[in-house]
T-cell receptor, first 115, second 114 residues
Framework: AQSVAQPEDQVNVAEGNPLTVKCTYS??????LFWYVQYPNRGLQFLLK??????LVKGSYGFEAEFNKSQTSFHLKKPSALVSDSALYFC?????????????FGTGTRLKVLA | GAGVSQSPRYKVAKRGQDVALRCDPI?????LFWYQQALGQGPEFLTY????????KSGLPSDRFFAERPEGSVSTLKIQRTQQEDSAVYLC????????????FGPGTRLLVL
């Protein structure tokens, strides 16, 4: 069964410092991997995705993520954090080899960027 | 508007009451997903439509939950005989095609069952 884990409930980082939000996954086939961000009282917004190709994926708002097949990870990164990046971040995985159509979301990591 | 819309945004129901939640996907989007998001949790998949066909309903928690998309556009999630454990935010998302594509989420409907 496919699954995704976000081991950190919260990540604190000082403004201007690099940030990393961790995600590991488990799928039986080739994964499709996504990062979404959720601001208070709003729906999820797409940040970036990995389908195939280059392992380093660049997305919205300066975020990027690196697909690491051997470590089954897809960590979200940003070289210099902004206070406005403070939000709830979700990693998601999907694959279709099992014949299902599910996205599986992680439990979320709250990012707090301190001024 | 160009985005996914959901109505109502907030719903308070008495236990045992039936509720209907509406999702208007982005025009032309083929796929539509429903999720349940409990407080402090990630979205949990409920069901998936491709056009009017419900291809996966394995995430629906009980037979009290029913979803439809009769014309392949607007979708309704119905919960019969609501229970307190149904209290959550119900999210709808759509994509132009299938699973490889970005999901566009609506703002959600916050359901509180008293």
């Amino acid at each position: 069964a496919q699954s995704v884990a976000q081991p950190e409930d919260q990540v604190n980082v000082a403004e201007g410092n690099p940030l990393t939000v961790k995600c590991t996954y488990s799928v039986s086939g080739n994964p499709y991997l996504f990062w979404y961000v959720q601001y208070p009282n709003r729906g999820l917004q797409f940040l970036l995705k990995y389908i195939t190709g280059d392992n380093l994926v660049k997305g919205s708002y300066g975020f990027e993520a690196e697909f690491n097949k051997s470590q089954t990870s897809f960590h979200l990164k940003k070289p210099s954090a902004l206070v406005s990046d403070s939000a709830l971040y979700f990693c998601a995985v999907s694959e279709t080899t099992s014949g299902t159509y599910k996205y599986i979301f992680g439990t979320g990591t709250r990012l707090k960027v301190l001024a | 508007g160009a985005g996914v819309s959901q109505s109502p945004r907030y719903k308070v129901a008495k236990r045992g009451q039936d509720v209907a939640l509406r999702c208007d996907p982005i025009s032309g989007h083929v796929s539509l997903f429903w999720y349940q998001q409990a407080l402090g949790q990630g979205p949990e998949f409920l069901t998936y439509f491709q056009n009017e066909a419900q291809l996966d309903k394995s995430g629906l928690p009980s037979d009290r939950f029913f979803a439809e998309r009769p014309e392949g556009s607007v979708s309704t999630l119905k919960i019969q005989r609501t229970q307190q454990e149904d209290s959550a935010v119900y999210l709808c998302a759509s994509t132009p095609g299938g699973l490889r594509e970005t999901q566009y989420f609506g703002p959600g409907t916050r359901l509180l069952v008293l």
